[in-house]
Antibody, heavy 122, light 112 residues
């Protein structure tokens, strides 16, 4: 069974940094691209970042609105993906979801985690 | 970037009815492989977000046949036939043709 669990959220002061973790199990993590998607309270979904697998040289892609402040990374030995967010602003307050990109059969997010809440406030 | 427009913020329907949710893209989502890079997702409170449709019309594993994706080019529709109580949720479209990936603003299905 595919499992995705995000951790590392919480209350952070404006200007601060945060590292979110996403631990996975139930599939061969090394093969998959992984993404982060976020959702501000009462708002819609916003894609944040993608990291590809070793075959694609771990290429990374970012939403323009966040580029320069976020870094996505992965540790295949731990089946985990991470999101480092710096210079946090109130508008970064959101639930952050970790999602999987299927290996074959289509470019979409086939599995999502429950999400982790990040609140940016003084 | 590609903008996806879901005109209807909310749709009110009764269980058992048929409903269509539309998603319009600012440019064609057709790739050279002949596939459209448009997918649909369902969000229900307390549940993980669920992928329903990819490539505009392909249902993901386990999705009931009452969910039907259609459309081409820039106009796409998610139809739900004989809406069930568990279908009252928020639905989003997503384009994965070009980075940055972008979502529609969402359509909430509400009980009339």
């Amino acid at each position: 069974e595919v499992q995705i669990l995000e951790t590392g959220g919480g209350l952070v002061k404006p200007g601060g940094s945060l590292r979110l973790s996403c631990a996975t199990s139930g599939f061969n993590f090394n093969d998959y691209f992984m993404n982060w998607v976020r959702q501000a309270p009462g708002k819609g979904l916003e894609w944040v970042a993608q990291i590809r697998n070793k075959n694609y040289n771990y290429a990374t892609y970012y939403a323009e609105s966040l580029e320069g402040r976020v870094t996505i990374s992965r540790d295949d030995s731990k089946s985990s993906v991470y999101l480092q967010v710096s210079s946090l602003r109130a508008e970064d307050t959101a639930i952050y979801y970790c999602t999987r990109w299927p290996l074959f059969g289509g470019d979409y997010f086939d599995y999502w985690g429950q999400g982790v809440m990040v609140t940016v406030s003084s | 970037q590609i903008t996806l427009t879901q005109q209807a913020e909310s749709l009110w329907i009764s269980p058992g009815e048929r409903v269509s949710i539309t998603c319009r893209a600012s440019q064609s989502l057709l790739y050279t492989d002949g596939k459209h890079y448009l997918s649909w997702y369902q969000q229900r409170p307390g549940q993980t977000t669920k992928a329903l449709i990819y490539h505009a019309s392909v249902r993901t594993d386990g999705v009931p046949t009452r969910f039907i994706g259609s459309g081409s080019g820039t106009e796409f529709t998610l139809s739900i036939e004989h809406v069930q109580p568990e279908d009252f949720a928020i639905y989003y479209c997503l384009q994965t043709l070009k980075s940055p990936l972008t979502f529609g603003s969402g359509t909430k299905l509400e009980i009339k």
